[in-house]
């Protein structure tokens, strides 16, 4: 069973995304988070498999180096590409 964390901004996206994972065998969606403080608290108490992140949530490159940082062997996998080159840039450079 492979764990999902979701990481999003946008409550219908993030819950909506988390419904359709949870529909498929051998995805187990154990939590959501809308921001860098709850996504780092997530990942130390859910332990995930994988990170889904919403590159358009706020300070996602900073969200993206605290997984990495928390649990280096969680593959965090960029779910959206935000409009701010900056974003982009940052998570590239974290990993």
């Known amino acids: 069973m ?3 964390l979701i990481v999003a901004g946008i409550w219908l ?3 909506g995304l988390a419904h359709l994972l949870a ?10 988070a ?3 403080s709850q996504a780092t608290s997530k990942v ?3 332990r995930p498999n994988v990170v889904l992140l919403d590159l358009a949530t706020p300070e996602s490159g900073a969200i993206l180096r605290d997984v990495r940082q928390l ?4 593959p965090v996998v960029a779910i959206a590409v935000p409009d701010h ?3 982009v840039l940052s998570c590239i450079e974290a990993g």
């Open 23 to 32: 529909q498929h065998q051998g995805l187990s969606v154990v939590g959501t």
């Open 71 to 74: 649990a280096p062997a969680v």
């Open 44 to 46: 130390g108490e859910l």
């Open 34 to 36: 809308s921001d860098r």
């Open 85 to 87: 080159e900056e974003e």
């Open 2 to 4: 492979i764990r999902v």
């Open 13 to 15: 996206y993030r819950e």
